[in-house]
């Protein structure tokens, strides 16, 4: 039983149960132990009926009988088949406890408990220790400061806050980012080689550095997901390399914004005369001061403003430009009426929004004269598309027209030599006929292979394409058995490294050699004990056979001694008391042996009585009928107290 008990107290530790270490048996299981246990097996086999059911007993004796009826019921539910009842938690004994506890940890799922017990890789060590560093902090009772010991005053003193904050991180990214924009790429790399700090000093706080981190890599793995997503339900359909498939898209994406660069053909055509809008050419060369084809110092000179903004560890470039206008000579008088170093600063703002107003001026008056050169260019455009279309119904009317005189100057010409030209018509039309149904022969004959090709060749492709989805399909299944083989080799891997680090923690004083040994002790214990059992049994059966043989033996002889002796008696006197004798002697010795049948089974109901007497000691009577005696007094207690309560109200 120690190694049954042994089996029992591990399994249930394993489902949480605090069990002290010097408690080795279930015999020193008391009733709160006891419920915890059964509570914290009923939480793991079914949550939702442990989950309702309290792990630690209740101070009212009403409450108690409540919570015993509960698990009683919960254990009969699960089809447990013993006598149980509140009794068996509160006042309870050895061999129903023991039986309970193996019914419950035979319940308990394996999968789930190996999978608990055994978490993958270093970050469920730390979550593990975290864990039992938070339980051992709540275990400890609090204190008022003014009577902390040292050990209490670091682990409940408040300490230090500091709130969690992340801030946007730029890191380098792909250079494919920038292959729209291929200039930048030697710019933005001298800015990430000279000016860009390292991750540990761009957050404003030294304290939000892991929780930057801890967002970047969020969104570098949910970008990852992304990607994945889309390659699994786009990219595969397209049958291109994930590379062809992102330069594609890169493509599309550059496509799209020379659409929203360019300006609509009204508008390029009514903006001709000052300059046309730029396309995504032009606004790239820009970026190094110039137009297109122009040479420096040339047309209007662009300067381009760059913005970097820190976002998601993107840079994002927005590129803004602005023109200068030429110089008019109000400028230039401007300009040449500049302050000297020597006028004061209240000159130099005077000067400044002066010419402020005046470019402010400047710009009202042209914001208006684009408002009305954009209203003569939309009615413009109204006027050109009517136009436009008067003319194509025109056309249409005059083709027309042409087509019905040439018709009628074809029949005038033909009308002075009119049956001549019947006749000519009439042979025209019969070998015209003839000639339609040559052609339709010779179609019918070129056009049954063409069709049976055709056929073929539909079905050819039809082929092609199940055999395209087929393969499409065990694509995305070996993608999938990919994705899960990885995710069980991680997990693998995690196991592996968390069992190699349970191994090191584990005692080296202890040899696996001493387990296997004493296993090997049991094992052979128990063979002996199975080989005396057989060896006993079989002599027995072997008793058993010759006290039958010599109990018909006897009987056979004192069958034939009884034969003879009655012969004789009945001729010799003494004979006849030899024969009494003989039948007192048989008498007696058949009592004998009743006897020593009766005293076997004396004995043997003794040795059964005795036992039952050491299995009512082993269930507490005597401490059981104390408790209960307490329990009715403290019962009669609370209905006393709650008599008077009523009695009050």
């Known amino acids: 039983m120690e190694e049954v008990d042994r089996i029992l107290i ?3 530790r394993q489902t949480g149960t605090e069990i002290g270490d010097d408690v080795d048996s279930v015999k020193q299981f008391s009733s709160e132990l006891i419920v915890e246990a059964v509570v914290r097996c009923l939480r793991v086999i079914d949550p939702p009926l442990g989950n309702g059911l309290s792990p630690s007993l209740p101070p009212g004796m009403s409450a108690r009988f409540r919570l015993g009826m509960s698990l009683a019921q919960a254990c009969q539910d699960l089809g447990y088949k013993g006598e149980i009842g509140y009794q068996t938690f509160l006042y309870s004994s050895e061999p129903e406890i023991r039986s309970l506890l193996m019914f419950l940890v035979e319940k308990l799922p394996r999968a789930s408990a190996e999978a608990s017990d055994q978490p993958a890789g270093k970050s469920a060590l730390l979550q593990k220790a975290i864990a039992a560093q938070i339980r051992a902090q709540l275990a400890l009772p609090w204190v008022p400061p003014t009577c902390r010991l040292p050990l209490l005053c670091q682990t409940q003193s408040a300490g230090v806050s500091a709130s969690f904050r992340s801030q946007a991180l730029l890191l380098l990214v792909a250079w494919g980012l920038w292959s729209v924009c291929s200039v930048l790429v030697r710019e933005v790399a001298d800015y990430c080689r000279d000016f860009l700090p390292p991750v540990t000093a761009q957050p404003s706080q030294h304290a939000s550095v892991p929780a930057s981190l801890l967002e970047r890599h969020a ?8 990607w994945e997503n ?3 339900s786009q990219g595969l359909l397209t049958r291109l390399s994930p590379e062809a498939y992102r330069s594609r898209k890169r493509a599309r994406l550059q496509k ?19 300059r046309s809008g730029p396309d995504l050419a032009e606004l790239l060369q820009s970026i190094g001061g110039r137009a297109p084809g122009e040479r420096p110092g040339q047309g209007h000179a662009l300067h381009p403003h760059r913005e970097v903004h820190l976002h998601t560890g993107t840079l994002i470039i927005l590129l803004t430009f602005v023109q200068e206008p030429e110089a008019s000579s109000q400028q230039m008088a401007v300009a040449s009426a500049m302050p000297s170093s020597r006028q004061s600063e209240e000159d130099l703002l005077a000067q400044q929004q002066d010419e402020m107003q005046a470019l402010q001026q400047q710009l009202q008056q042209l914001s208006v004269r684009m ?24 056309e249409l009317s005059n083709s027309e027209k042409e087509c019905s005189v040439r018709v009628k100057k074809q029949t005038i010409d033909l009308l002075p030599d009119a049956e001549n030209n019947l006749a000519k018509l009439q042979t025209l039309v019969e070998s015209s006929a003839k000639r339609v149904v040559s052609l339709a022969s010779q179609w019918e004959k070129h056009r049954a292979p063409l069709i049976e090709e055709r056929r073929r060749l539909k079905e050819l492709c039809s082929n092609r394409e199940l055999e395209s989805s087929r393969k499409l399909s065990e694509i995305k299944d070996l993608h999938d058995k990919i994705r899960q083989s990885a995710d069980e080799a991680k997990k693998k891997e995690g196991l592996y490294k968390q069992l190699i680090t349970e191994f ?7 040899s696996r050699s001493a387990y296997t040994q004493r296993i090997l002790e049991i094992v052979g214990n128990i063979r002996k004990q199975k080989e005396e059992i057989t060896k006993i049994l079989s002599d027995t059966k072997d008793l058993q056979k010759e006290i039958n043989s010599l109990t018909g033996k006897l009987d056979r002889t004192f ?12 001729k010799d006197e003494s004979v006849r008391k030899s024969y009494k004798y003989l039948a007192a002697l048989h008498e007696n010795c058949t009592q004998l042996i009743q006897t020593i049948e009766d005293t076997g089974t004396i004995m043997r109901e003794i040795r059964d009585l005795e036992e039952q007497i050491e299995t009512e000691n082993g269930k507490k009577t005597v401490s059981n009928l104390e408790k209960i005696l307490e329990d009715y007094k403290a019962i009669r207690q609370e209905n006393s107290a709650l008599a008077t309560k009523i009695r009050e109200a």
Request: no cysteine; aromatic share 2%.
């Open 10 to 12: 591990h399994s249930l």
């Open 219 to 226: 969104l570098d793995l949910s970008a990852a997901q992304e």
């Open 230 to 232: 889309e390659w699994n």
């Open 256 to 274: 799209r914004v020379e659409e929203q660069l360019r300006p609509p053909p009204s508008r390029a055509r009514a903006r001709a005369p000052p």
């Open 371 to 394: 408002e009305e050169v954009g209203g003569d260019m939309k009615q413009l455009s109204v006027s050109i598309t009517q136009v436009s279309d008067e003319l194509k119904q025109r």
């Open 504 to 510: 090191e923690n584990l005692p080296k004083d202890v």
């Open 559 to 570: 069958a034939v001694t009884d034969e003879l002796v009655f012969k004789d008696a009945k």
